[in-house]
């Protein structure tokens, strides 16, 4: 399996000749007011990647973007759902084959695994992550997810991960603009939980993601940190990490 980091939370897989879009996102414009402008270059991928099989955590637009879907998603692609989310995406795509599996049932085709397993949205939405796995590779695919009791369960259950990609930003939110109360606590996991997390996994590596690319001083304020910091935590959790820079391949 090849691995290549996209924008933000955003990975492409390469796997028995197929390509599979997690959380693929080009435009971060409706955001705009609460996340603020990129600070670093935004990829643009639409134009050369057509895709097989395009997946997502949950439907905030920083995770889910429909013109990538309707751009990229080959006209035998499918888009594999989760369940809870089947309504609200049958809302915004039409005309797109679906595949939709429930929590912990496992899709398998061209020799290709795709399972959604529990996660936890840091503003009570509704979200998956997601396990994929081919003969050599197992990935698990953690949206932004925050904290929450079933890291060891699914560590447990899923066994051989190879590579977690988990949010690492702990961002505090000020959603006050769209209706949300304000809470000081992190909406996605900060970089020990996120250590942490990938360890209860029994992942070989932590790939951070869901990090860098936004900070707005009034709505959108993450937990930053350097590679000393990545080193250090490392250290004390006992758990290894590959950083993937934005466009990077592996």
Same mark, same amino acid.
Request: aromatic share 12%.
């Given at each position: 399996m090849e691995i290549q980091k996209l924008n933000w939370a955003g990975i492409k897989l390469l796997s028995n000749g197929k390509t599979i879009l997690i959380d693929a996102v080009e435009d971060f414009s409706y955001y705009k007011p609460v996340l603020g402008d990129a600070v670093e270059q935004v990829i643009n991928f639409s134009d050369h990647v057509q895709a097989d099989y395009i997946l997502f955590t949950h439907l905030h637009l920083d995770h889910f973007d429909k013109g990538v879907i309707k751009k990229c998603l080959k006209n035998d692609g499918k888009l594999i759902v989760y369940s809870e989310l089947e309504p609200l995406v049958r809302k915004h795509m039409d005309g797109v084959e679906m595949v939709v599996l429930g929590l912990d049932e496992t899709f398998n085709e061209n020799g290709i695994a795709f399972k959604p397993v529990f996660a936890m949205d840091g503003v009570g939405e509704i979200q998956s992550s997601w396990i994929v796995e081919d003969a050599t590779t197992k990935i698990f695919h953690g949206g932004d997810t925050i904290w929450h009791n079933q890291f060891w369960k699914l560590g447990k259950e899923n066994k051989d991960i190879d590579y977690a990609f988990l949010p690492v930003n702990g961002v505090v939110v000020n959603f006050e603009i769209i209706g949300l109360e304000y809470s000081p606590v992190p909406a996605s996991l900060n970089l020990k939980e996120a250590?942490?997390?990938?360890? #209860?996994?029994?992942? +070989?590596? *932590?790939?951070?993601?869901?990090?860098?690319?936004?900070?707005?001083?009034?709505?959108?304020?993450?937990? #930053?940190?350097?590679? +000393?910091? *990545?080193?250090?935590?490392?250290d004390e959790v006992g758990q290894e990490y590959m950083v993937l820079k934005d466009g990077e391949c592996y």
């Amino acid at each position: 399996m090849e691995i290549q980091k996209l924008n933000w939370a955003g990975i492409k897989l390469l796997s028995n000749g197929k390509t599979i879009l997690i959380d693929a996102v080009e435009d971060f414009s409706y955001y705009k007011p609460v996340l603020g402008d990129a600070v670093e270059q935004v990829i643009n991928f639409s134009d050369h990647v057509q895709a097989d099989y395009i997946l997502f955590t949950h439907l905030h637009l920083d995770h889910f973007d429909k013109g990538v879907i309707k751009k990229c998603l080959k006209n035998d692609g499918k888009l594999i759902v989760y369940s809870e989310l089947e309504p609200l995406v049958r809302k915004h795509m039409d005309g797109v084959e679906m595949v939709v599996l429930g929590l912990d049932e496992t899709f398998n085709e061209n020799g290709i695994a795709f399972k959604p397993v529990f996660a936890m949205d840091g503003v009570g939405e509704i979200q998956s992550s997601w396990i994929v796995e081919d003969a050599t590779t197992k990935i698990f695919h953690g949206g932004d997810t925050i904290w929450h009791n079933q890291f060891w369960k699914l560590g447990k259950e899923n066994k051989d991960i190879d590579y977690a990609f988990l949010p690492v930003n702990g961002v505090v939110v000020n959603f006050e603009i769209i209706g949300l109360e304000y809470s000081p606590v992190p909406a996605s996991l900060n970089l020990k939980e996120a250590f942490a997390a990938a360890h #209860l996994l029994h992942a +070989k590596k *932590l790939v951070p993601i869901h990090y860098g690319l936004f900070t707005h001083e009034k709505s959108y304020i993450p937990q #930053l940190f350097d590679d +000393k910091d *990545l080193k250090r935590v490392s250290d004390e959790v006992g758990q290894e990490y590959m950083v993937l820079k934005d466009g990077e391949c592996y």
